[in-house]
């Protein structure tokens, strides 16, 4: 750094620390802080709207919490016992409401207050160890802040501080506040067990509840995203894109789920209804089934779901021909399947090959212009858009998905993305070319987020907002996309053709050569990160029964188990989180999530651990994380300023 600019550095950072002893604190203070435990991050992906079993796992912070009542009470507490410390933790209203409905002598029920008041403190106390004083001072909840302060910092053990610490206790209780304090330590132990939550892709579609989850996240106290290709379709949908739009539609038609869109974001779906009934009344639309996983309903409710189902799949296939004809750099003609239909004869031809097609009715489609939308179509299509880009509810959750996230983040020496790094057979980078630029690796993960955010961002119909936008369909459906990573999405080959080898989407190679040391070290140095102990962290493809989600000897870990019913045949379990703290790294297998109700009344926790990395000898520190490094650069910066006071360069203020 010139002396200059330096010196005009130093200038500005004494206005924050004025004097020798306001930086000197400050380094003293960094300095200790350093020689903390490393925090907890908790990782989980392909979420799938299955909101129940993804609050249950936040609660729990996939057995983060049950870890530390275990460090506390080890063998002094019962399972039993533990197990019920454990549930008020998760669930402190519906637990409270069973123990005061199951114990009626007032008597008993202060003196279980008592006994768990007294035994979430020393949990809590527990999960305070990674931090310091006035981190505890700033996170503590402002209900009851001082009673809670006292409360961990009272040690009751000390003969003259014992009797004020009962009072206090004794005083919740007498009262009648016992309730909310239970609450608020049960909700700062979840706060405090989980530094940081990662949400590596895949909030939407299929389950029913994403709207749910984007509620609880943005209530959450420090959480980033890696998008999925189903976060980027929905961005795609709010920004206005048609063929966005059509596809996250006919998702949720198919997954019996159009009740997130209606009932969760307030979106009109009668228009589709109306249009599906009058178009296709007399047609059974046999091949457009229901997934009923979501739940049962009833034949008429599901005729209709299948006409609808219908009805947004034919014009889905109609706006992405529209896409790939104006946009031919995505090389996506092996996708424009309409024209290759002999209407007549009820047949396609493809690649030479004639196979006869399932279902033969397409009163919309006109032979001669296959991808033009009816006038029907696209006045139904334009209130759709407009819903979806005026639904302020979806528009508030979209923009929080882009300030919070990203295609891929690099933390804490981990690579994190969603789907894969496109591969050549060799393990080699593939060249991907968009607007006559190739790009490979890290370059083309930069590119498509920097097209994705002006696609959605860009309100001005330009070129640049119109291809973003477009770009955001790509990333949802291309072969090239790196959250996608297959060689095609064969939606119209599994709807209308019976053939096996046409309806396979085969994977990027990325996943057949995930277990080559050398490729993986080519993908971790290719983002920045030459340690051996770098791993890679991603999701999207359901780790099937007999796998393992461990690659390459834990250097890559797949964590897509299945969170969403729709998989848990293929993948035996309900998913997989990841819990990263100072002592070690383990990955979470998660078993079939019953209810809420269930869980508290049999006290379950439905996970079971396997330890990839074991850093009990050499515990992580915050300075071994990038929170670390970061505060190093600061104690160098505050070090040159206590000089410059020192010499007299720049002058104290008082």
């Known amino acids: 750094m010139e002396k200059p600019l330096k010196k005009k550095y130093l200038e500005s950072l004494s206005k924050q620390y004025p004097n020798i002893a306001s930086a000197a604190s400050e380094v003293i203070n960094l300095n200790s802080l350093l020689h903390l435990p490393k925090g907890t991050e ?9 909101y129940e079993l993804f609050l249950h796992t936040l609660r729990t912070g996939s057995g983060a919490v049950k870890g530390k009542i275990q460090d506390v009470y080890g063998n002094t507490l019962t399972a039993k016992d533990k197990r019920a410390l454990a549930s008020l933790i998760y669930y402190p209203e519906d637990k409270l409401a069973q123990i005061k409905n199951t114990i009626k002598d007032q008597n008993d029920l202060d003196d279980w207050y008592k006994i768990m008041i007294y035994r979430m403190i020393e949990v809590c106390r527990e999960s305070l160890s990674k931090y310091s004083r006035s981190k505890l001072h700033q996170t503590l909840p402002k209900k009851y802040r001082h009673v809670l302060e006292e409360l961990l910092s009272t040690n009751n053990r000390v003969g003259d501080k014992k009797a004020y610490f009962n009072e206090l206790v004794d005083s919740i209780i007498r009262l009648e506040v016992a309730d909310d304090i239970i609450i608020q330590f049960a909700y700062f132990i979840q706060k405090l067990c989980t530094v940081r939550l990662h949400v590596v892709g895949d909030i939407f579609d299929r389950g029913p509840g994403a709207h749910i989850i984007m509620d609880e996240l943005m209530k959450y106290h420090a959480v980033d995203f890696q998008w999925g290709n189903h976060d980027i379709v929905w961005m ?17 038609a198919r997954y019996n789920n159009l009740r997130c869109i209606e009932d969760g974001y307030g979106i009109n779906l009668i228009p589709l209804a109306r249009f599906a009934i009058e178009t296709y009344r007399d047609d059974p639309c046999d091949i457009f089934k229901i997934d ?11 005729d209709l779901n299948m006409k609808m189902h219908k009805a947004i799949a034919i014009i889905q296939f109609k706006l992405e021909g529209q896409v790939i004809l104006r946009r031919p750099d995505f090389k996506m003609d092996d996708r424009l399947l309409l024209d290759k239909i002999d209407y007549e004869a009820g047949t396609i031809t493809i690649d ?77 980078f593939r060249e991907v070319e968009l607007n006559g630029i ?13 097209h994705a955010r002006k696609g959605f961002h860009r309100q001005k119909n330009n070129h640049e907002y119109n291809y973003g936008r477009d770009i955001l369909w790509y990333i949802w459906s291309n072969e090239n996309s790196p959250v ?14 019976k053939d096996d080898a046409l309806r396979e989407e085969k994977k990027d190679y990325y996943y057949q050569l995930i277990e080559n040391e050398e490729v993986v070290n080519r993908i971790l140095e290719n983002f920045g990160l030459h340690s051996k102990d770098a791993k890679i962290i991603n999701g999207h493809m359901p780790v099937k029964k007999g796998e393992s989600p461990m690659k390459c000897g834990g250097r890559a870990l797949i964590i897509d188990g299945g969170f969403s019913k729709a998989y848990h045949s293929t993948t035996g379990i309900a998913g997989y989180t990841l819990v990263y703290n100072s002592n070690e790294l383990k990955l979470i297998a998660h078993e079939e999530f ?16 396997i330890i990839v990395t074991s850093y009990r000898s050499n515990r992580k520190r915050i300075a071994d994380t990038d929170k670390g490094i970061d505060m190093k650069e600061k104690i160098k910066d505050l070090e040159l300023l206590i000089s410059a006071y020192h010499t007299g360069m720049l002058e104290e203020a008082d």
Not at 484 to 489: D, H, V
Not at 594 to 609: G, L
Request: net charge negative; with cysteine; proline share 3%.
């Open 292 to 302: 009923t996983k979501n739940g049962e309903i009833d034949s008429s409710e599901l």
């Open 42 to 50: 908790h990782f989980v992906s392909d979420l799938h709207g299955e």
């Open 352 to 428: 030479g090959n004639t196979y006869e097609l399932l279902d033969k009715n397409f009163p919309t489609i006109d032979p001669e212009h296959p991808y033009e939308l009816t006038k029907e179509e696209a006045a139904l299509m334009e209130r759709l858009k407009y819903s979806f880009k005026n639904c302020d509810k979806l528009q508030k959750h979209i923009r929080f998905l882009l300030s919070k996230g990203s295609l891929y983040l690099v933390h804490n020496n981990n690579l994190l993305f969603h789907g894969c790094v496109p591969l050549n057979k060799d393990g080699t």
């Open 236 to 252: 795609g949908a709010a920004s206005g894109h048609t063929a966005c739009i059509a596809n996250v539609l006919r998702l949720s």
């Open 438 to 450: 190739k790009y490979s690796g890290r370059n083309l993960y930069d590119v498509l987020e920097y």
């Open 484 to 497: 996608y990573g297959k060689e095609k999405m064969a939606t119209f080959e599994r709807y209308f053709i």
């Open 594 to 609: 019953v209810s809420r109700e269930y869980a508290v009344e049999h006290e379950t926790d439905i996970h079971s651990e």
